[in-house]
């Protein structure tokens, strides 16, 4: 495929209502699209980076100005070097710093050229990575974040929701004082549901820790799936402690920026169950090693979600068809959580869903809802 030129696409978009973390609250999700234009078509990606940022990732802003002041144009250059062929989806994550800001950019480059390669083949995302879905769909999980004034009834209402929507694995984010409470509420209200605690790094270990600690231990009368990130991304051989002391089995989500990270976590015994962004590991190809590697391991993985559209949701569901990502992913439908939703998605039903079939990735954005929602489209032609 020869590349005409790419377009950039800053998108203003909200959610539907706060969701609180222990990290801050998400309230705007303005988004970013990498649209790749080329001889035999086009494609479209997703940049996962969210408004403020996390704990271990930019903030949109700041993708955006690396993109559209040089970081786009490394595309460009590789398909100079092609005499304009584009590279192969597969090698954009070579063409990014291995660092949080790079591995967003390859994350939404690398979708957009897989996008575009996939539909001019004539191949869903779901073919090519040979992933397969019974007759029944793909499990599918939700988030449920920390309510405004900490109201359980909240909570609660949020819960019985999902579990009535047919939900497969329900995941409160708890905090240090916001978490037994709301767990053995939850609980109780639905004894057999797959539960599990997302704690976004809040909580500390060690001397200075001894509180936090007795917290966490306390949370293992409730048999959930298991505790995610509890302690700071970077500190690997704490998790591990924990995961010897604890009979919850230890999630890592911020700690898995990469697949030396993974190496890294399993090796120390710090990762009992992994949840696994692609848009955070650098794109696709990234996820299909890193849940291979899960698989090999015998440990358990889902598909982590950042609130993406339909479009960066849609590649998430077909990554969830691969063989190690045994446990449900963050797959409900953005119209859950976004006030508008530029990018089709498929219908959950029953707590499953298909993916999409169609050739590439299975969405794009509607023009009607880029023109009325757009902030800014920065078009970078290819000339030779
Ligand atoms: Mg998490």
């Known amino acids: 495929m020869k590349l005409e030129g790419l377009a950039l696409h800053r998108v203003g978009l909200r959610m539907r209502r706060s969701v609180g973390t222990s990290a ?18 086009e494609g479209w990606g997703e940049c996962g980076a969210l408004a403020g940022g996390t704990p271990v990732d930019p903030p949109l802003e700041r993708l955006w100005g690396d993109l ?23 090698q954009v994550q070579s063409l990014f710093n291995a660092d949080p800001a790079g591995q967003l950019a390859s994350g939404a480059m690398e979708m957009a050229l897989l996008d575009a390669e996939l539909r001019s083949a004539g191949r869903s995302l779901t073919e090519h990575l040979g992933g397969s879905v019974n007759g029944a769909g793909v499990p599918v999980g939700a988030v449920v974040g920390i309510p405004p004034d900490h ?13 009535e929507a047919g939900c497969r694995r329900v995941r409160l984010k708890i905090a240090p004082g916001w978490d037994v409470q709301p767990l053995a509420a939850v609980r109780r209200a639905h004894p057999g549901l797959a539960l599990q605690a997302d704690a976004n790094g809040a909580y500390r270990w060690g001397a200075t820790g001894v509180r936090d600690a007795r917290r966490l231990v306390a949370l293992d009368r409730f048999g959930l799936v298991c505790l995610e990130q509890p302690l700071p991304a970077p500190d690997l051989p704490s998790h591990a402690e924990l995961a ?28 009992e169950v992994a949840c696994l962004k692609p848009a955070r590991l650098g794109g696709i190809e990234a996820v299909r090693q890193a849940q291979a590697l899960c698989l090999s391991s015998g440990v358990p993985a889902f598909v982590g979600g950042l609130f993406e559209t339909g479009l960066g949701r ?8 691969l063989p190690g990502f045994t446990l449900a992913g963050d797959l409900t439908s953005p119209d859950e959580y976004l006030e508008v939703n530029p990018c089709p998605y498929p219908e ?37």
């Not at 699209?33 to 001889?39: A, G, K, N, W």
């Open 24 to 41: 801050g609250t998400h309230r705007e999700r303005p988004v970013l699209f990498v649209q790749v234009v080329t001889d035999e078509g």
């Open 68 to 90: 559209t002041s040089g970081g786009a144009d490394r595309l460009l250059v590789a398909a100079r070097a092609r005499g304009g062929r584009l590279p192969a989806s597969s």
């Open 151 to 163: 109201r359980l009834d909240l909570v609660l209402a949020a819960v019985d929701d999902l579990v």
């Open 244 to 271: 010897a002391l604890l009979e919850t089995p230890v999630c890592l989500d911020e700690s898995l920026g990469s697949h030396r990270r993974l190496v890294d976590a399993l090796r120390y015994g710090a990762c």
């Open 314 to 321: 849609a590649a998430n569901a077909a990554a969830a068809t």
């Open 348 to 384: 959950v039903r029953g707590g499953r869903l298909h993916p999409p079939a169609t050739p590439g990735v299975g969405s794009a954005p509607d023009p009607e809802v880029l023109d009325r929602y757009g902030l800014e489209r920065v078009w970078i032609p290819y000339d030779g």
